[in-house]
């Protein structure tokens, strides 16, 4: 975990950005000290966020990506959708009575609303 750089009798300690002494001892006192251990207990859980950060971003890309390819399946239906009826009305639906209908009742709605606003003034 920890790395070390030797140089003229010294290490360096990754984590504390420090040079030891390079005998046992030094290295010993060292990582045994307060100050490396929580730079030890630090750098773990920058890494543990650093995980989790990443962990998170694939998951959103993961979602994005499901989200695509839920409205290219949608779009894809539809296309069919529209296909279907169009064929649907050039083979069998009687013309003009189903639109009629539909025309009727959308002008109902059209009308009923102007009529409210004028009783409202
Ligand atoms: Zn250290």
Redesign the pocket.
Known sequence: M?EYWVSQGNKW?D??K?F?SNNPFSIRT??L?K??KD??TQRLSTMQKDGAAKEKEQQQAAKALQLIEAKAKKSYQKDLENNQRNTDGDSSAAPGEVPSQMATSQQENVIAEPRNNLMGI
């Open positions: 920890t300690c984590l504390c420090i030891i060292h990582e000290g100050r490396h730079n030890v």
